[in-house]
């Protein structure tokens, strides 16, 4: 069962915190990806990765590795891990836990996304292993979500921009719900 109130508690009680380096809050930006996720017509379960796929910056303990003040370290596994442990499996924690390596996989393959990248998410990216090598692109390509895990990785760098639209509370518990039926 889906413990939905916990893990939208996670996002009431320290959402407002500051999204590392970036002008918007932690709860803005999941609901701004969310909401680009739905407006794309994304599958209601992809919607869900969109927004909970930085949970691990807001859940993790509070003696996890950091990145030189820009987050969580591993954020996406611990992430991963928490939703799962809340009654959230299958498709929703499996985004979130490979957010990063679409972002790594995007820096090796293509110059322009990580030319764009903003500050905040250039300085991650060392930590989180940099652009992939051509071996590991090419495996990672194979993986079934591929193509879903790339267009969460398209919201989740436009999901920055102060005073943005985003996906109510409200519809995100509703889609939890009928996740969980």
């Not at 370290?73 to 390596?101: C, K, W, Y």
């Not at 495996?139 to 920055?160: G, M």
Request: charged share 20%; with cysteine; proline share 3%.
């Amino acid at each position: 069962m889906i413990q939905i109130q916990a893990l939208l508690a996670i996002y009431r009680e320290a959402g407002s915190e500051d999204y590392i380096g970036e002008p918007i809050s932690q709860l803005e930006h999941a609901q701004q990806a969310a909401l680009l996720a739905q407006k794309a017509g994304a599958h209601p379960d992809v919607v869900l990765g969109a927004f909970f796929h930085d949970i691990g910056h807001l859940c993790a303990p509070l003696n996890a590795a950091e990145m030189d003040g820009l987050g969580v370290m591993n954020h996406e596994s611990i992430g991963a891990e928490f939703l799962r442990t809340h009654g959230l499996r299958g498709l929703v924690p499996d985004l979130v836990e490979l957010h990063v390596q679409a972002k790594r996989y995007l820096c090796c393959r293509n110059q322009t996304y990580r030319s764009r990248l903003s500050a905040a998410s250039r300085g991650t990216l060392a930590f989180q292993g940099g652009a992939m090598t051509e071996a590991e692109a090419a495996d990672f390509e194979s993986h079934p979500l591929f193509r879903e895990i790339l267009r969460l990785r398209t919201w989740d760098e436009a999901a920055k921009e102060p005073n943005g639209e985003g996906l109510a509370l409200a519809e995100v518990e509703q889609l939890l719900t009928q996740y969980g039926a």
